[in-house]
């Protein structure tokens, strides 16, 4: 499964102290079954010093492949270890505006 590949790209580039991935895309209007809608949280001492749009730049390019392909959502929490552990909240996602590209909606 996508989650699996993505756990284990992210293990390799970022050596995270924590690591969490969620599939989310039954919340999204998908075929069941369909793995599209992913949320991370990575804990690692590679994002020291970094600023957030790097530490996402970071996610991204360890996820490339995925995110050209099957990979349509990621929501991303990265953080060092001493910001987890002073505060160790993950903020909600957002909700999902939309359904699938071939609802049709009636106004």
Do not use: Y
């Not at 970094?50 to 996402?56: A, Y």
């Not at 959502?73 to 909700?95: R, S």
């Amino acid at each position: 499964p996508l989650a699996r590949t993505i756990r284990s790209k992210l293990s390799q580039a970022l050596e995270p102290t924590h690591l969490q991935v969620l599939d989310e895309s039954s919340r999204h209007g998908v075929p069941p079954g369909t793995e599209s809608h992913f949320s991370v949280v990575v804990v690692s001492n590679r994002f020291v010093g970094l600023t957030p749009l790097q530490r996402h730049r970071l996610v991204h390019d360890a996820l490339a492949t995925e995110l050209a392909g099957p990979l349509h959502a990621l929501a991303i929490v990265a953080k060092t270890p001493q910001q987890w552990e002073g505060d160790p909240q993950i903020p909600p996602g957002p909700p999902c505006l939309g359904g699938s590209k071939r609802e049709q909606r009636v106004r």
